[in-house]
Nanobody, 123 residues
Framework: VQLQASGGGLVQAGGSLMLSCAAS????????LAWFRQAPGKEREFVAA????????YYGDSVKGRFTISRVNAKNPVYLQMNTLKPEDTAVYYC?????????????????WGQGTLVTVSS
């Protein structure tokens, strides 16, 4: 399985942006898909995750109430709708897949990573 993240860009504070993560290859396996981010000089941070079924969603404390992760079904991309963006949301955003499908917020538990997409929020 390969993951392709897209949708990053430059946006003003208070604005919105939607990221997408598309999976290709052997996608028959069930997996949790998550977004992580890493800002310059900072550690990687868990943003959000969604289970294979889409019924379970998890969010990092810093994005709760502002970001929404969603998927139409297992064969379609996973989206991250980001609203009320803040300068501190500036980071490279990565999508990742966890075959254990546990909704973990721990990056080391994820098996497949996509390339990052840069989100820059100006003040």
């Amino acid at each position: 399985v390969q993951l392709q993240a897209s949708g990053g860009g430059l946006v003003q504070a208070g604005g919105s942006l939607m990221l997408s993560c598309a999976a290709s290859g052997s996608t028959f396996r069930r997996y949790t898909l998550a977004w992580f981010r890493q800002a310059p000089g900072k550690e990687r941070e868990f943003v959000a995750a969604i289970s294979w079924s889409g019924f379970s969603r998890y969010y990092g404390d810093s994005v709760k109430g502002r970001f929404t992760i969603s998927r139409v079904n297992a064969k379609n991309p996973v989206y991250l709708q980001m609203n009320t963006l803040k300068p501190e949301d500036t980071a490279v955003y990565y999508c990742a897949a966890d075959w254990a499908n546990t909704g973990s917020s721990v990056g080391s538990e994820y098996d497949i990573w996509g390339q990052g997409t840069l989100v820059t929020v100006s003040s």
